[in-house]
Each structure stands twice: as C-alpha cells, then as structure tokens.
C-alpha cells in the first residue's frame, strides 16, 4: 500500500466521522491486501450499533468511498474499542465449543446469524483444523455456516 491510499483512506475515515459529527482519533495500519482503522472514542456503542451493524455499515461506506476514489478495491476493516478481537476471540471458543459437539455426535452442526467477516474468520479457523470442515449455504440474511467432521 502506497502513501496515496493511506492518505485517501485517512482523509474518507475523517471526513465521514466529521460528518457523523463523532470526535474520534484513529490511525490506518497496513493489514495484508488492506488496511485496518483503529477508531478511539469515548462514543463506542454509537459507532459499533447493535451487533456491529453500525460498525460493518461504516466499514463498507468507507471501503466504496475509498475504492471510487482509487480505482480499485481494498480490504478496509475498521475496529472500535476492541470489538472485532473480542468477537473474535468469542468466535474461536464458539468454534472449539462447536467441534467438540461437531466429532462427538458425528454431525454437522449450523452457527446462523454470522456476519461475512465472522463466517470468513470462522471458515479460517476450520481450514487451520486438521479434524473439522466448514461450508457457508445460503443467501444475504440467511446465509450460514455448518461445523462438519472431517472425513
């Protein structure tokens, strides 16, 4: 990633928390094919909403802004006050929790309601799984992931 995106990415990030009318400092890391926003406010639950929903919307406004003004897409992932490393972190017990079921009665067994990036974090997790499978069906709202043992 070159000074060019970093700089366009700061500039969306500010401009939309401006608008939003939300002091929060942030800085833009480097994360693989993207970059990642780290957002400090003492207003937390306004910019995460009710189970991230603000949070993937904010995301996504500033990925679109972000890609029309560069030409190209880039993963953009914003954090809030540790929310998405403690999901995270609650995912990965999910996950262990959930195989454990998955080997013990031989049966998929579905997680619904998952974001894309928790099914994509999840799907993650269940590759680096030498005894589990994962498999997302579905569409939009109805999307979701089923454990399977592996064969």
Do not use: C
């Not at 939309?16 to 094919?33: D, H």
């Not at 080997?103 to 030498?130: C, F, T």
């Amino acid at each position: 990633m070159d000074k060019k995106e970093l700089k366009v990415i700061e500039e969306t990030t500010k401009k939309l928390l401006s608008l939003l009318g939300v002091e929060a400092p942030f800085t833009v890391e480097e994360a693989g094919e993207g970059a990642e926003i780290l957002l400090e406010t003492e207003e937390n639950g306004i910019l995460i909403g009710y189970h991230g929903e603000t949070l993937e919307a904010l995301q996504l406004i500033i990925s679109l802004s972000v890609a029309k003004q560069l030409g190209k897409f880039l993963r953009i992932s914003v954090e809030v006050g540790e929310y998405k490393k403690k999901r995270m972190e609650y995912l990965k017990t999910l996950v262990e929790q959930t195989k454990n079921r998955v080997l013990a009665e031989g049966r998929g067994i579905s997680l619904p309601n998952l974001k894309s990036w928790e099914r994509r974090y999840v799907h993650m997790l269940a590759q680096e799984d030498g005894e589990i499978t994962s498999e997302s069906t579905g569409e939009g709202r109805d999307r979701v992931l089923t454990i399977y043992p592996k064969q």
